[in-house]
């Protein structure tokens, strides 16, 4: 495999880990990617991003203020745009617009955020998944040619998770045959839409529908707001930014506010539901929240987004911990590397595992998703609320452990990880917002509860459930599981501790009930153990999902890439079972000696997988300019980079700021 040659020596420690890595890893790399051919697809757009204006800045973003890092930003997503129209959709193919590599290589020239993204990542595919075919010939053209730049805009100042409360209405107008967007209250400000606040010139809305004197719910409507030419906010339009947040800072989120402005009918996205021109409003979609899709959408690729920040992350933490030593562990021995104790092992492997754990299952979700929209493609949506059960909680949990995950990878980098040249602080705030958006984590999780209680109460029914609630036939009626200390065994265990829970849960709201409270009393009484239910349930989804797309994936590798790829997965098992023994010794029967047994093992394996541990990371293949770490590139000259960093920063610009002689020399000398 061609590897980009560093432009300086190797660490000696870094160069001597690569010498101990006992398998193959491009093979390896070419499993993360989905093919050899994939590989080769993936490294000749990189090649095109990256040699062609990527890490292009001379004062890091970070020093910039609010106004110039957003300049910047715009400019860099203007030439990273045109090389997305231009050169690398032709490689991916038009239809692959959302393709993970586009956006892997967005991260070499943006260490914070494009303000574009938005455009792509949720304009696009909502024209796509609402629009009739004329509106699609329409608008999607133009919007993927970047002639017109979109944003979604459904959250509003006092309602993001509750759609049904959104306030803003279009209320149609038969005579004109236009729709009246408003916004009546202070509340039905829409809020926080990416690339509204200054960039985007059209956005999606989601606005509670009126014709005929009746409120029909939300739906969504595409509104230009800015001249095309001027890109003045148009008459009727108060848009701007909402301010400095946490990550997200060289984007403009936005807030929108409307007053009676007016737009075509044919601006209603009519795919599922349609105003004719008379006002009748005609209801075409089986399934009432087909509106939500592209949210759905969305969930879903938020799972191989989380891998794609865990491996970066781990990449740079594994890499510094090979480079950097620390503390004397015998008299006249040399310093160890850091990565030699097993505790930092124990923070960084898991990090690997859940990497490839998160990638092999958005896989399988993907391809679930696909069969879905083939369903509903043939007007069968009975497989949706799984999709919806599914791409909930797999958002809401794989979101929240690459979180806590990144924050471990920080942890082992010390001080030097609290560094922004490290980027670990960039990919933590960005994945932070990842909880949040798209669905909060909580919420999330009980949507997916709604539909295990109906499929618990179904199994007890002796109804056949569908794949990924089966278990729930099995094992509905079983007390306590024999342990059995076996890979199987132990996802068979996570599959108990769910059914266990949500038949508690089941069994907790009845018994409220009966007790004479009213169902949805009893159900958000229930609600703390309903979450927990949700999260065992999808854990049990992530282990065997893990497990068996490991074993198939791997059926034609090496030997040693078997090896160490069941390693991982083994270890993912085993960190996952010590993390939960409470809720294995309420559930199983396994015994203190079991646990201790699997403590032994899991400390064995991880001195095992130590040897590979830069091999592995080397495996993500990724790239210095996406990596954008002083702690994390391939040469692991870290102390070099993080002195050439600081030297960057604009306070180093002269020997004494002017702050001296204005206010501390005063103060020194009495005379402030
Ligand atoms: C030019 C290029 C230059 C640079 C570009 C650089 C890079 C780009 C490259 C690529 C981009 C790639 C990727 C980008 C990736 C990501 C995008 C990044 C950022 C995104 C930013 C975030 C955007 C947002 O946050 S948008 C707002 C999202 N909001 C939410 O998610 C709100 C959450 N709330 C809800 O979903 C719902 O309100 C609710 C589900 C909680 C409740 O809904 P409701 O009250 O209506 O329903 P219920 O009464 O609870 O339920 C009734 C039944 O309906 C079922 N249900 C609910 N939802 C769904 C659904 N979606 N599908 C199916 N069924 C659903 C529910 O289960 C109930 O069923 P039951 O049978 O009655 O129980
Ligand atoms: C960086 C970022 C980018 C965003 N981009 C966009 C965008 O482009 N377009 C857009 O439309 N929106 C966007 N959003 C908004 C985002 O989708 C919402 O913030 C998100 O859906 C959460 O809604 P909320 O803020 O109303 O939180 P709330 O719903 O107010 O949640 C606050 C707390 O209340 C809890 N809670 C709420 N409801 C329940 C319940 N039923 N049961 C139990 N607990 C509950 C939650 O768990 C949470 O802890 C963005 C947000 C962020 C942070």
Known sequence: MKINKPKHDVNPDLAKERLKCNFNIEEVTNIIDGGKDKTVQRKKIEDIALNNGASLDEVPEECLSIKERYENAVRKSCVYGNLVRNEMLEITGIENFESPVLRRTADAFFKDISPFMLHLGMFVPTLIGQCTPEQTAEWLPKALDMQIIGAYAQTELGHGTFIRGLETTATYNPEKEEFVLHSPTITSYKWWAGGLGKTANHCVVMAQLYTQGKCHGTHLFIVKIRDLDTHMPLPGITVGEIGPRMGFSSADNGFLRFDHFRIPRENMLMKHAK????????????????????MVFIRVTLVSEMSFNISKAATIAIRYSAVRRQTELRPNEPEPQILDYPTQQHKLFICIATAHAFQLTSCWL???FQAVLADMKKGNVDTLPELHALSSCLKAVSTSDALSHIEQCRF??????????????????????TRTYEGD?????????????????????GKKLTQTVSYLNRTANADRLNWDNTHEGIIKSFQVIAAGKIGQCVKSIRDRTASGMDYEDAWLMTTVQLVGAAEAHCRAVLLNTYWSEMRKITEASSADVKKVMHQLAVLYLMYWALEKTGDLLKYSSVSKKDLDELQRRYEELLAELRPNAVGLVDAFDLRDEILHSSLGSYDGRVYERLIEEAHK????????????????????????
């Open 275 to 294: 105003v004719e021109k008379d006002g009748v409003y005609v209801k075409s979609a089986k399934h009432g929240k087909l509106t939500y899709g592209t």
């Open 366 to 368: 993907w391809n679930t």
């Open 412 to 433: 082992a980098c010390g001080g030097h990880g609290y560094m922004l040249s490290s980027n670990l602080p960039f990919i933590y705030s960005f994945v932070a917002a």
């Open 441 to 461: 984590y909580t919420v999330l999780l009980l949507q997916t509860a709604r539909f295990l209680v109906k499929a618990s109460e179904q199994a007890e029914a």
């Open 649 to 672: 920063s604009p306070l180093n610009d002269e020997p004494v700021n002017q702050s001296f002689h204005k206010y501390t020399k005063p103060l020194m000398l009495g005379k402030l």
